[in-house]
């Protein structure tokens, strides 16, 4: 069975920081790009950050850039996504997705329907 689980949420004061967690099992992630999203209540899921299979990121959105960034450790099946700089505006729940691709550079897409195995999501709520 091809698995994510995310881990890490909770809630953090604005200014914070936390580091989330996605586990992948069933699969090698390294053969993935692995995306992270959100989707705060009542939005559209938006893609945060994605990691290509070497380890290559996109441009972050406006909204996170310079506060988010994303990692994996391909021998231990995981990618990070590292979150400083808190603000209320984050508050939402976070997902990681995987696509398989051929490619070792680049993520392919950003679009969430070109992801096809999904976590069930950390909630992330920041707030004093």
């Known amino acids: 069975q091809l698995q994510l689980v995310e881990s890490g949420g909770g809630l953090v004061q604005p200014g914070g920081s936390l580091r989330l967690s996605c586990v992948a099992s069933?699969?090698?992630?390294?053969?993935?790009?692995i995306g992270w999203f959100r989707q705060a209540p009542g939005q559209e899921r938006e893609v945060v950050l994605c990691?290509?299979?070497?380890?290559?990121?996109?441009p972050s959105a406006d909204s996170v850039k310079g506060r988010f960034t994303i990692s994996r450790d391909n021998n231990k099946n995981t990618v990070y996504l590292q979150m400083n700089s808190l603000t209320s505006e984050d508050t939402a729940v976070y997902y990681c997705?995987?696509?398989?691709?051929?490619?070792?550079?680049?993520?392919?897409?950003?679009?969430?329907?070109?992801?096809?195995?999904w976590g069930q999501g950390t909630q992330v709520t920041v707030s004093s």
């Open positions: 997705a995987a696509r398989p691709s051929p490619y070792r550079n680049g993520c392919l897409s950003l679009s969430s329907i070109e992801y096809n195995i």
């Open positions: 990691i290509s299979r070497s380890g290559g990121s996109t």
């Open positions: 069933g699969f090698n992630l390294g053969n993935y790009v």
